[in-house]
């Protein structure tokens, strides 16, 4: 099946909301109003909220503007 994971050996790494605060360079509560205004991608998982950095990543890269 494409698109699943079938390497259980080396689990995938989400990040935390101090993670990609930390990866943006931003604070913790900007992360956390982005979440809140459903700006970016995320996983809810319980009361978790975390963040896959691929999809992270393209959401950076579609958020890029170009130089005039």
Do not use: C
């Not at 205004?37 to 579609?62: H, M, T």
């Amino acid at each position: 099946m494409e698109g699943t994971r079938t390497d259980t050996k080396t689990p995938r790494t989400l990040w935390d909301v101090a993670a990609l605060a930390h990866r943006l360079g931003v604070t913790e509560r900007f992360v956390r109003r982005l979440v809140a205004e459903r700006r970016v991608p995320f996983y809810k998982i319980g009361k978790f909220i975390r963040f896959d950095p691929d999809r992270i990543d393209a959401w950076l890269a579609s958020a890029h503007i170009e130089d005039l």
